[in-house]
């Protein structure tokens, strides 16, 4: 019966861990597309018209944000009971209500007479916390180190980016955060680094 339990218990971490590492390529690929297409169309000679590029960039955001709530739903039924399924829930329904709450707040400040430069640098800057502090939180709750160190990446990316500024900032949410997403999903992938939750004994 224990023997039966615990190939039960490596089966759910073994979907888990693909399940995250194709989470993780999913974010990478979205900011690849959608900040290489914002960079693309800030430079000097524009080889994409603004007016497709943000277009673009919110859809491969808004899918990425559906595939995550997706995956925390398909999580907590997949073998996972109790408080964990309903942590697992709950924090993909987190990835929707905070960057709703951050786009209300943006665009709060948009209306205030925001400088069309500053709202360059602003909202993919606001973004890239909320997405590192998402990661925090996450990390924090199941005590997994590959989701707490994308976290701190996310933000030191965010503050490096904001103090280059436009254009070059949406180059390095294009590359460092996608570089970040990819190497944590092959570690994960060849089962160098634990994604599996740990449980308190006392």
């Not at 218990?9 to 999913?26: A, E, K």
């Amino acid at each position: 019966m224990l023997r039966v339990m615990q190939s039960q218990q490596r089966m759910t971490q073994s979907r888990l861990v693909r399940s995250y590492v194709v989470l993780l390529v999913v974010w990478a690929a979205a900011w690849a597309l959608g900040f290489g297409v914002l960079y693309l169309s800030a430079i000097s000679d524009p080889l994409v018209p603004a007016t497709a590029a943000w277009p673009i960039f919110a859809a491969c955001i808004v899918l990425a944000i559906v595939w995550s709530i997706t995956t925390g739903v398909r999580s907590a039924s997949s073998g996972i009971r109790g408080a964990s399924r309903i942590q697992g829930m709950l924090y993909g329904w987190s990835w929707t209500v905070a960057m709703i709450g951050a786009s209300i707040l943006l665009a709060g400040v948009q209306r205030t007479g925001l400088p069309p430069d500053t709202a360059a640098v602003l909202y993919p800057g606001m973004f890239a916390l909320v997405v590192g502090i998402l990661y925090l939180g996450g990390g924090a709750l199941w005590r997994s180190l590959p989701q707490y160190v994308l976290g701190v990446v996310f933000i030191v990316v965010a503050g490096i980016a904001t103090f280059l500024g436009t254009p070059v900032h949406y180059l390095v949410y294009a590359v460092a955060g996608p570089i970040s997403m990819l190497v944590v999903a092959l570690l994960l992938g060849r089962g160098v680094l634990p994604l599996e939750p740990r449980r308190d004994t006392a």
